[in-house]
């Protein structure tokens, strides 16, 4: 949601970036279906370091 407010706010919607979002959306539901999915296996604490390790991956991933 947030990628399509920012084309939004610089008028830069073209259907390429609507075809991206609907492309997006599956895999964005699937994410957060096995991501409730696999908190209620695993203890809160361990759940947060682990999601904290994966954003600091990706962080690094994107710098580099």
Do not use: D
């Amino acid at each position: 949601m947030l990628v399509i407010v920012g084309h939004a706010l610089s008028h830069h919607l073209t259907p390429v970036v609507w075809e991206n979002y609907r492309i997006a959306l599956p895999a964005l539901a699937l994410g957060v279906i096995a991501g409730l999915g696999v908190e209620r296996f695993i203890n809160p604490a361990k759940f947060r370091q682990i999601v904290l390790l994966l954003l600091i991956v990706t962080g690094i991933r994107l710098i580099v």
